[in-house]
């Protein structure tokens, strides 16, 4: 079992920034990768980025150069820094942490931009 508890959201102008954080716990060491999605009010949840447990990272398109990933190990927990915000960013944001055979899912945390 893994337990995952987001913070760091919420109002922020267009232009600004936001740092989401992810702390992990539980059966940590079986994570193999951790990523963030987003979910925007009447559409399907989408993904936003990937780091894998050797800081390999991935970034959808609409954040690349945005949007960084980082994991730090020792603390079990990734963070999202999050710039340069546009109107279009504001949704629910979700770190999932992946096993392998199995994911699991945060509770969500509220960013809303202001344009």
């Known amino acids: 079992q893994v337990q995952l508890v987001e913070s760091g959201g919420g109002l922020v102008q267009a232009g600004g920034s936001l740092r989401l954080s992810c702390a992990a716990s539980?059966?940590?060491?079986?994570?193999?990768?951790m990523g963030w999605y987003r979910q925007k009010p009447g559409k399907q949840r989408e993904w936003v980025a990937t780091v894998s447990n050797v800081g390999l990272t991935n970034y959808a398109g609409l954040v690349k150069g945005r949007f960084t990933n980082n994991r730090d190990s020792a603390k079990n927990t990734v963070y999202l820094q999050m710039n340069s915000h546009e109107p279009e960013d504001t949704a629910v944001y979700y770190c999932?942490?992946?096993?392998?055979?199995?994911?699991?899912w945060g509770q969500g945390t509220q960013v809303t931009v202001s344009s």
């Open positions: 539980g059966s940590t060491v079986s994570i193999t990768r």
């Open positions: 999932k942490a992946m096993l392998g055979w199995r994911d699991y």
